[in-house]
């Protein structure tokens, strides 16, 4: 029986048995968690659940960041085994990475020095997975491991102004100006680099993970394709046709300028595996956006 915990972004794409959300159980608590294994005695986990957010969200939230992504990693991770869950797999970020560092990054990077301090809390957070992923390893031979995808988009994500990543985020944004008439703002200059993977292809590359990869290392999920963030708004433009004032807001803060990825380690496992192009992503995206607007989280 295969259980993921969460059913937003990634979670709604995975196939699974039971797709466990914030209002079912609280993640954060220990005596929650064991209910949540006890009742449904689950033999494969997915864990995706987390507390996520935007560049102002994680500078403005670090500690609320910190503490709910370690307690529910921690719990679900250390249920699991005392539960005798055969496979986990459990999701990282990006922002794991050190701050300064040599690119392309790559899994054997991920301690090597502290991360961006726009997003520290959370990434040590979500270090301390990768840490206790590999000590069960060790000590228990359990079959635990960890992906890092790089930023994911796609339906059913969280598309709030102030918490919502910066795809979802933009593509609310832009809803909103063009239905209001009113200019698209983006934050900072444009310039930053970033890398995109749609979540139907995380979803697949989550289930080869969870079957058949078996390195102690986590593998990175990525296109390794970066793009600027103001040809994403270009593509955004595009999408919705829109006719109104683009302003980018040189005065507010827009993090790491890139953090280029290498997917070596996926290409080598799977070298016909084929991403969705970003322009189908965003495509399906956004029309999804509008055709559930009432019901997204935002």
Not at 51 to 80: C, H, P, R, W
Not at 174 to 201: C, H
């Amino acid at each position: 029986m295969r259980l993921i915990t969460g059913n937003g972004l990634v979670g709604s794409a995975l196939n699974g048995d039971v797709k466990i959300s914030s209002y079912h159980f609280d993640l954060r608590n220990t005596e929650s968690v064991k209910s949540m294994f006890k009742f449904y005695q689950p033999t494969e986990v997915i864990h995706t659940a987390a507390k996520v957010g935007g560049l102002g969200s994680n500078m403005k939230y670090k500690g609320e960041y910190f503490y709910d992504n370690i307690m529910m990693n921690t719990n679900v991770i250390e249920q699991a085994r005392k539960n005798g869950v055969e496979k986990l797999v459990t999701f990282l970020s990006t922002c794991v990475f050190p701050d300064n560092v040599e690119y392309p990054l790559t899994e054997g990077k991920i301690h090597l020095g502290e991360p961006h301090t726009s997003n520290n809390a959370y990434a040590y957070a979500k270090r301390m997975a990768d840490v206790q992923i590999r000590a069960y390893r060790e000590q228990y031979g359990l079959q635990y491991k960890s992906v890092i995808p790089t930023n994911i988009y796609g339906p059913n994500d969280n598309f709030s102004l102030e918490h919502g990543h910066v795809m979802p985020m933009l593509i609310h944004k832009m809803y909103l100006a063009q239905k209001n008439n009113t200019p698209f703002e983006v934050w900072g200059t444009g310039k930053p680099l970033r890398e995109f993977i749609y979540s139907k292809d995380v979803a697949r590359l989550t289930e080869w993970v969870l079957n058949e990869y078996n390195e102690d290392e986590p593998i990175i999920l990525t296109t390794s394709e970066e793009i600027s963030i103001k040809d994403l708004v270009d593509l955004l433009v595009q999408e919705f046709n829109f006719k109104g004032e683009v302003k980018f807001d040189t005065s507010k803060p827009e993090g790491q300028f890139r953090k280029p990825s290498d997917n070596s380690k996926i290409k080598h496992y799977l070298p016909d595996f084929k991403f969705t192009p970003i322009e189908v992503g965003i495509k399906e995206t956004v029309n999804w956006f509008r055709e559930n607007y009432e019901n997204t989280r935002k």
